[in-house]
């Protein structure tokens, strides 16, 4: 059954989809929001009926970005404590109020995670250290302001990544800090690799076998900084562990319109051309040195251990109730 949305949480959905709401922090906190927004909003009179207008407010958000593990898991986290929690109320407000705290804790936890992610990455990097970077991630900011802060005079190379171009954000905002940037295009980080001492990327999907989902040109990236020796560590909070794939199931990899790449027109004087456009890749563990959590410090390998942690059994004790 269709409900009707309140028009902020049709936005919000509207603008991930979109790419206007970008990152995998964002892009999650965002969706929590709506969640919130949805609660708020809801005239429901009974506790079924205001579970299924969040729910149909989950679904729809969830069809924005399919390879987002952080939008489901967000979703997940609220969704999740609402249902073992719909028994042990007195009534519809009681389960909105929870709803809205569920959502509060889920957001100001994020902003802590990135937090806490600079303070552990920074340690890892030394003074004078060249970083290599791809895409834009809150955390991956984080780490190198951080270091920068500390003290350690650093240098960083930020690929462009196209097609959308989110490697300028990273040059502009690492610039605006004093911190010296060298733009370059994707396809010349193997030119630069033998002068970088570590690549700093985010994630916006780790797989329990420990590969990462992050946009694409990041394998390439990888490949390349493994062949020159050069560590990668990879940045990311807990939400973004993907709990299916302890099961078997795969990562969505979502590929997205021809014309982020070449306009229709153009397209349309090209013969026997087609376009294809996958908005991430896969980077196998072994390419990977280290991922730089909110909980610590771990190596690919141990990411099943962060999802048996997050993502086994909610107990009473974590949801509140």
Same mark, same amino acid.
């Given at each position: 059954?269709? %409900? *009707?949305?309140?028009?902020?949480?049709?936005? #919000?959905?509207?603008?991930? =989809? $979109?790419?206007?709401?970008? @990152?995998?922090?964002?892009?999650?906190?965002?969706?929590?929001?709506?969640?919130?927004?949805?609660?708020?909003?809801?005239?429901?009179?009974?506790?079924?009926?205001?579970?299924?207008?969040?729910?149909?407010?989950?679904?729809?958000?969830?069809?924005?970005?399919?390879?987002?593990?952080?939008?489901?898991?967000?979703?997940?986290?609220?969704?999740?404590?609402?249902?073992?929690?719909?028994?042990?109320?007195?009534?519809?407000?009681?389960?909105?109020? %929870? *709803?809205?705290?569920?959502?509060?804790?889920? #957001?100001?936890?994020?902003? =802590? $995670?990135?937090?806490?992610? @600079?303070?552990?990455?920074?340690?890892?990097?030394?003074?004078?250290?060249?970083?290599?970077?791809?895409?834009?991630?809150?955390?991956?900011?984080?780490?190198?302001?951080?270091?920068?802060?500390?003290?350690?005079?650093?240098?960083?190379?930020?690929?462009?990544?196209?097609?959308?171009?989110?490697?300028?954000?990273?040059?502009?905002?690492?610039?605006?800090?004093?911190?010296?940037?060298?733009?370059?295009?994707?396809?010349?980080?193997?030119?630069?690799?033998?002068?970088?001492?570590?690549?700093?990327?985010?994630?916006?999907?780790?797989? $329990?076998?420990?590969?990462?989902?992050?946009?694409?040109?990041?394998?390439?990236?990888?490949?390349?900084?493994?062949?020159?020796?050069?560590?990668?560590?990879?940045?990311?909070?807990?939400?973004?562990?993907?709990?299916?794939?302890?099961?078997?199931?795969?990562?969505?990899?979502?590929?997205?319109?021809?014309?982020?790449?070449?306009?229709?027109?153009?397209?349309?004087?090209?013969?026997?051309?087609?376009?294809?456009?996958?908005?991430?890749?896969?980077?196998?563990?072994?390419?990977?040195?280290?991922?730089?959590?909110?909980?610590?410090?771990?190596?690919?390998?141990? $990411?099943?251990?962060?999802?048996?942690?997050?993502?086994?059994?909610?107990?009473?004790?974590?949801?509140?109730?």
């Amino acid at each position: 059954m269709n %409900y *009707a949305l309140p028009e902020k949480v049709t936005q #919000i959905a509207e603008d991930i =989809k $979109a790419m206007k709401i970008r @990152g995998a922090g964002k892009i999650a906190r965002s969706a929590v929001s709506a969640l919130k927004m949805s609660a708020e909003a809801s005239k429901a009179k009974d506790i079924d009926k205001f579970l299924a207008e969040l729910d149909f407010a989950a679904e729809t958000l969830l069809q924005t970005r399919p390879t987002a593990v952080s939008l489901s898991n967000g979703i997940r986290y609220v969704m999740g404590r609402l249902r073992q929690a719909k028994n042990r109320v007195s009534g519809v407000e009681e389960l909105r109020g %929870y *709803a809205i705290r569920v959502a509060d804790q889920f #957001i100001e936890n994020s902003l =802590k $995670a990135i937090q806490r992610i @600079g303070e552990f990455g920074a340690k890892r990097i030394k003074d004078g250290d060249i970083i290599l970077t791809h895409c834009h991630s809150l955390a991956m900011v984080a780490v190198i302001e951080n270091a920068w802060k500390q003290g350690k005079k650093l240098q960083v190379y930020s690929t462009e990544t196209r097609p959308r171009f989110q490697g300028r954000i990273t040059a502009r905002t690492l610039g605006e800090v004093g911190i010296p940037v060298t733009l370059i295009v994707d396809s010349a980080a193997r030119y630069f690799m033998n002068e970088v001492d570590k690549v700093i990327v985010g994630a916006d999907a780790i797989a $329990a076998n420990g590969a990462v989902v992050n946009k694409i040109g990041t394998s390439m990236i990888a490949l390349a900084a493994h062949e020159a020796r050069t560590p990668v560590f990879v940045v990311a909070e807990t939400y973004k562990f993907s709990p299916e794939t302890l099961t078997g199931e795969l990562i969505v990899i979502e590929e997205r319109d021809a014309s982020e790449i070449i306009s229709p027109n153009r397209l349309k004087t090209m013969k026997n051309v087609k376009v294809r456009n996958p908005a991430f890749d896969v980077t196998p563990a072994e390419y990977v040195d280290l991922i730089i959590t909110e909980k610590g410090i771990i190596p690919p390998q141990g $990411a099943i251990t962060i999802l048996q942690e997050e993502y086994g059994w909610l107990t009473d004790e974590k949801t509140g109730f």
